[in-house]
């Protein structure tokens, strides 16, 4: 089971911290992602990260403002966002995958429920 939360409404330029608990299965072998869906717009990949060696990868639309973050040791995923603009407000979700540093969407096994992010001002 995969449950995000910190999701909300901050204008333009602000940041938000999203959170993902993880129960029910290994943690620290899955990779885990990020994934948004905007209203209209399909699904795409944030950021995921590696299970391994914690390696990352992002979106080149949220390089540099958006960190991946994981905790093993508490089976919990984050994703710091800076610096947010109009077009991040999508709803996000956390997922899990065996496939060792994949950000393939289809591979992902495990889903939340999703968290809305509103970015307005």
């Known amino acids: 089971q995969l449950v995000e939360s910190g999701g909300g409404l901050v204008q333009p330029g602000g940041s938000l911290r999203l959170s993902c608990a993880a129960s029910?299965?290994?943690?620290?072998?899955?990779?885990m992602g990020w994934f948004r869906q905007a209203p209209g717009k399909e699904r795409e990949m944030v950021s995921c990260?590696?299970?391994?060696?914690?390696?990352?990868w992002y979106a080149d639309s949220v390089k540099v403002r958006f960190t991946v973050f994981r905790n093993n040791a508490k089976n919990a995923l984050d994703l710091q966002m800076n610096s947010l603009k109009v077009e991040d407000t999508a709803v996000y979700y956390c997922?899990?995958?065996?496939?060792?540093?994949?950000?393939?969407?289809?591979?992902?096994?495990?889903w939340g429920q999703g968290t809305q992010v509103t970015v307005s001002s």
């Open positions: 029910g299965f290994t943690f620290d072998r899955y990779t």
């Open positions: 997922a899990a995958t065996l496939f060792p540093g994949s950000c393939i969407e289809p591979v992902y096994d495990y």
């Open positions: 990260i590696s299970s391994r060696d914690g390696s990352t």
